[in-house]
T-cell receptor, first 112, second 111 residues
Framework: EAGVVQSPRYKIIEKKQPVAFWCNPI?????LYWYLQNLGQGPELLIR????????DSQLPKDRFSAERLKGVDSTLKIQPAELGDSAVYLC??????????FGEGSRLTVL | GDSVTQMEGPVTLSEEAFLTINCTYT??????LFWYVQYPGEGLQLLLK?????DKGSNKGFEATYRKETTSFHLEKGSVQVSDSAVYFC??????????FGAGTTVTVRA
């Protein structure tokens, strides 16, 4: 069974440019998460979806970040415009609702 | 708020040495506790978990016991291998939906 798939794995952009990350969760997992991992730190939750509904987006900086999960399956996280401080790894995870989270390999963003 | 504090790294060991990574937590309720591991070039994966006080989680030779009296969940392995080189994250969850992670501890095992 395929795991959580994220793309791109690496992205380098200049500040003020937009960027988007895509995530395809494990089949059948209704819960999808986006986490931010800064260098040397643990992941921090940005947003959690139950099917297509964002049920916890309290940590998402809504002035420049947006996310969607239109059909309750794959999801896109967008940053527009990107700032230098957005350089980090963006992790997607999914779960069946209770217990273990399954993480993708992450998308590493570098903003120049 | 709810949080975990884990031992700072990096930790460098020789093969067959004993590994301990300390983790303590602060929580308003009774959390579930987890250890996740991230091998080089791979995503985070669950190593073990414990859902209530005195529970012991174990996997791949690693163990951790949920100690309510000391609010701790220390990770141990009696004899490490080079393949155990990774970043280890302690985490807690109060509702099974949101994980709060520690900063991670990088472990390097030398042959």
């Amino acid at each position: 069974e395929a795991g959580v798939v994220q793309s791109p794995r690496y992205k380098i952009i200049e500040k003020k440019q937009p960027v988007a990350f895509w995530c395809n969760p494990i089949s059948g997992h209704n819960t999808l998460y986006w986490y931010l991992q800064n260098l040397g730190q643990g992941p921090e939750l940005l947003i959690r979806y139950e099917n297509e509904e964002a049920v916890d987006d309290s940590q998402l900086p809504k002035d420049r970040f947006s996310a969607e999960r239109l059909k309750g399956v794959d999801s896109t996280l967008k940053i527009q415009p990107a700032e230098l401080g957005d350089s980090a790894v963006y992790l997607c995870a999914s779960s069946s609702g209770v217990g273990e989270l399954f993480f993708g390999e992450g998308s590493r963003l570098t903003v120049l | 708020g709810d949080s975990v504090t884990q031992m700072e790294g990096p930790v460098t060991l020789s093969e067959e040495a004993f590994l301990t990574i300390n983790c303590t937590y602060t929580a308003t309720g009774y959390p579930s506790l987890f250890w996740y591991v991230q091998y080089p070039g791979e995503g985070l994966q669950l190593l073990l978990k414990a859902t209530k006080a005195d529970d012991k989680g174990s996997n791949k030779g690693f163990e951790a016991t949920y100690r309510k009296e000391t609010t701790s969940f220390h990770l141990e392995k009696g004899s490490v291998q080079v393949s155990d080189s990774a970043v280890y994250f302690c985490a807690l969850s109060l509702n099974d939906y949101k994980l709060s992670f520690g900063a991670g501890t990088t472990v390097t095992v030398r042959a």
